[in-house]
């Protein structure tokens, strides 16, 4: 059961791939979240890391012949998305919960206007006419900012920039008001300004219909600026969560920690008064198929010890509303 504040809640989430060896291994790996109504829950980490795997495994997206469930529940409400068929799995994507993918160019169909597109994802989950599904879409177009949506409506993606793109998929994902909008990476190729217009739009209806957003990222700036909490992930594990206040003000976790320290703080100076150099995070995400048995951090991080590789670190509340997996997080300085 999710708690009263928690419009979704997953719950020690493992989502497996079939290897080239016909083995399995985790690209989710027991997960926990939670999302209120009118809260934006930041999912942080390099690529690789397992974000939008994460994303996937929610909206049971991945490829069924590569992948499985291997464990964990996705409460919506009281309704576990794991136990459903997919028919009424069909039924709760793009209604209940929707997502805003990458890349517009590539989620929107060429070969539909767009406003076409908008209505399609209306008729299919309400009982209306297709005239009042294109009239919902052409308001859908302007509640998203998109001037002159009558005449747009008819315009094709390949006519449209990159920005009006993004409002259209964010457009589609709102049709019917979900309870739940995953956004991943949802100004990847959009310039600063235009950027700053999707966050800013996607907090207001946010509010306007409080619905939880999941947004994953690894630009930490759009985090201060947009998440109310923070959750990082490492090689498919949730290594610290705490809310966006509480984790700028000290990361807990060595991971999370290099990550701060690799962005640009030009308020940032060491005493001698020049800039302090940027943090490097030596080596990758190592392959998910390869991680040996202690933390998958351990290689890359500075405060590694025996222990480390010895055994997974467990998930621990330091805090309330705060946790981390790292056994040596209560003695880094």
């Not at 928690?6 to 999302?35: C, H, I, M, Q, Y």
């Not at 805003?100 to 076409?116: A, I």
């Not at 951090?297 to 997996?325: E, L």
Request: glycine share 8%.
């Amino acid at each position: 059961m999710t708690t009263n504040s928690s419009v979704l809640s997953v719950r020690g989430l493992r989502t497996e791939f079939l290897a080239s060896d016909k083995t399995w291994f985790p690209v989710v790996n027991g997960v926990d979240l939670e999302v209120a109504p009118g809260e934006t829950l930041a999912v942080v980490g390099e690529s690789g890391c397992g974000k939008s795997m994460l994303a996937h495994s929610v909206l049971r997206l991945l490829p069924k012949k590569i992948s499985r469930l291997r464990d964990g529940q996705v409460l919506l409400g009281d309704q576990d998305l794991t136990a459903l068929s997919d028919v009424k799995m069909r039924q709760v994507r793009g209604n209940d919960i929707s997502m805003v993918f990458q890349e517009p160019m590539t989620s929107l169909n060429p070969l539909m206007t767009v406003g076409d597109q908008i209505a399609e994802s209306i008729l299919e989950h309400e009982d209306i006419s297709i005239a009042d599904a294109k009239r919902r879409s052409v308001e859908l177009m302007d509640l998203v900012g998109i001037s002159e949506p009558a005449v747009r409506a008819h315009h094709y993606p390949f006519q449209l920039s990159g920005g009006l793109r993004q409002r259209i998929v964010i457009a589609i994902a709102l049709a019917c008001r979900p309870k739940v909008l995953i956004a991943d990476e949802p100004t990847t190729a959009l310039d600063v300004t235009i950027q700053a217009q999707v966050l800013r739009l996607i907090d207001d209806l946010k509010t306007e219909i409080g619905m939880g957003v999941i947004l994953i990222t690894h630009d930490l700036g759009v985090v201060a600026e947009w998440a109310q909490r923070v959750m990082i992930m490492y090689a498919g594990r949730k290594v610290e969560e705490a809310d966006a206040e509480t984790f700028f003000q000290g990361p807990a976790h060595p991971y999370s920690r290099a990550l701060l320290g690799s962005v640009p703080r030009p308020d940032a100076q060491i005493d001698s008064g020049e800039f302090a150099p940027l943090v490097e995070i030596p080596g990758t995400v190592p392959p998910l198929d390869k991680l040996g048995p202690g933390c998958a951090f351990a290689d890359r991080c500075v405060y590694r010890t025996a222990d480390c590789t010895q055994a997974v670190p467990d998930f621990v509340k330091v805090a309330p509303g705060r946790g981390v997996a790292c056994i040596n997080a209560g003695d880094l300085s």
